[in-house]
């Protein structure tokens, strides 16, 4: 079974502070995807990484970074984090070169910034 | 661009109601067409799928037609369970050598027994 795992499930920051969420895949996928999920918007692309060290905007880039450093491990940064950053966060990573791959999710982490 | 719109929820049925959430796409060529599904609390996970024309995707019990004519990939299930409450979420990717998904916004569905 593909496993997509989240550092945290749950998270609560400070406005300002870095936040780091990381996200960790265990079969080998080149592709991985950060998503922010809000009610009534839907998911929504941050980041892709399609190799290692490889890195493209989503739609909403903004105030997010990221970082592939190893193939299974794929970060999402928050470089000073604010209030409208509070949301659920979803990593997810497939097989690259296939349009009708399967992305698979981790659970999530719920992110609030006060 | 590409986008998916689906129906707004949310939706309440009654156990052994039918379902059917509609989702069409916009899309260049032919894209694949996917349903997912996020129970409470946790990621999204894959419900089923179509890549072509006139495919059926179908997993446990809920069912989907690519119809191309009609740029349509409906969800349907003939009679749903208290365990099927979740957020189901059309999406497509496209050709053009993408592999991103755009998803639609989501349906929340809600079974009561």
């Known amino acids: 079974d593909v496993k997509v795992t989240q550092s945290s499930r749950y998270l609560v920051k400070r406005t300002g502070e870095k936040v780091f969420l990381e996200c960790v895949q265990d079969m080998d996928h080149e592709n991985m995807f950060w998503y922010r999920q809000d009610p009534g918007l839907g998911l929504r692309l941050i980041y892709f990484?399609?190799?290692?060290?490889?890195?493209e905007k989503g739609d909403i880039p903004e105030g997010y970074s990221v970082s592939r450093e190893k193939k299974e491990r794929f970060s999402l940064i928050l470089e000073s984090a604010s209030t409208n950053q509070t949301s659920m966060y979803l990593c997810?990573?497939?097989?690259?070169?296939?349009?009708?791959?399967?992305?698979?999710f981790g659970p999530g982490t719920r992110l609030l910034v006060l | 661009g590409d986008s998916v719109t689906q129906m707004e929820g949310p939706v309440t049925l009654s156990e052994e109601a039918f379902l059917t959430i509609n989702c069409t796409y916009t899309a260049t060529g032919y894209p694949s067409l996917f349903w997912y599904v996020q129970y409470p609390g946790e990621g999204l996970q894959l419900l089923l799928k179509?890549?072509?024309?006139?495919d059926k995707g179908s997993n446990k019990g809920f069912e989907a037609t690519y119809r191309k004519e009609t740029t349509s990939f409906h969800l349907e299930k003939g009679s749903v369970q208290v365990s099927d409450s979740a957020v189901y979420f059309c999406?497509?990717?496209?050709?053009?050598?993408?592999?991103?998904?755009?998803f639609g916004k989501g349906t929340k569905l809600t079974v009561n027994p």
């Open positions: 999406a497509l990717n496209s050709q053009g050598g993408s592999e991103k998904l755009v």
């Open positions: 997810a990573s497939n097989l690259r070169g296939r349009q009708q791959e399967t992305q698979y």
């Open positions: 179509a890549t072509k024309a006139d």
């Open positions: 990484s399609y190799d290692v060290k490889m890195k």
